[in-house]
C-alpha cells in the first residue's frame, strides 16, 4: 500500500528544497542523510574527550601527588586557596613552611596533618 503523499520541505543538511514522500523525512537524499550522520558522529566523539583545561589540571594533579615537597603556588592549586590565605597560615603557625632562600616550601604530610581530627 503505498501513499501519494507530496510535501514539500528543506533539507536539515544543505538546505536545498526537495518533496518529501513522508512526513518525517528530514534530508534530501541518502548523501545528505550520510553526511549528516558522520556530522553528528563527529560531534558525539568531540563531546566524549574532555577540554584541553581539564586535562591539564588532571596532569598537574597527578604531578603534586608525586611530590614530597610543594612550592606555595602548587600547594595554593592542591587546596584550592588564594596565596594569601596560605601565607595567614604560615604564619598563625598552622601550616610548617622552610624557607630555602627567597623560595618557600611546604612538606606533604603537613598538608595531609590539616586534614586529619
Known amino acids: 500500500m503505498s501513499s501519494n503523499i507530496r ?4 533539507c536539515q543538511h544543505c538546505g536545498n528544497e526537495f518533496i518529501a514522500k513522508t512526513t518525517v523525512t528530514q534530508f534530501c537524499g541518502d548523501l545528505c542523510a550520510k553526511r549528516a550522520y558522520k556530522k553528528r ?3 558525539k566523539k568531540v563531546q566524549e574527550i574532555p577540554s584541553v583545561a581539564s586535562q591539564k589540571s588532571q ?3 597527578q604531578k603534586l601527588q608525586d611530590k614530597d ?4 603556588s602548587e600547594t595554593c592549586e592542591l587546596l584550592g586557596a588564594s ?3 596560605l601565607y595567614r597560615q604560615i604564619k598563625s603557625g598552622t601550616i610548617n613552611a622552610a624557607k630555602i632562600g627567597r623560595r618557600t ?3 606533604r604530610t603537613e598538608i595531609e596533618k590539616l586534614f586529619q581530627a
Open 83 to 85: 596565596r594569601m590565605t
Open 7 to 10: 510535501v514539500p520541505k528543506i
Open 41 to 43: 558522529q563527529r560531534e
Open 105 to 107: 616550601i611546604i612538606k
Open 59 to 61: 596532569h598537574n594533579q
Open 69 to 72: 615537597f610543594l612550592s606555595i
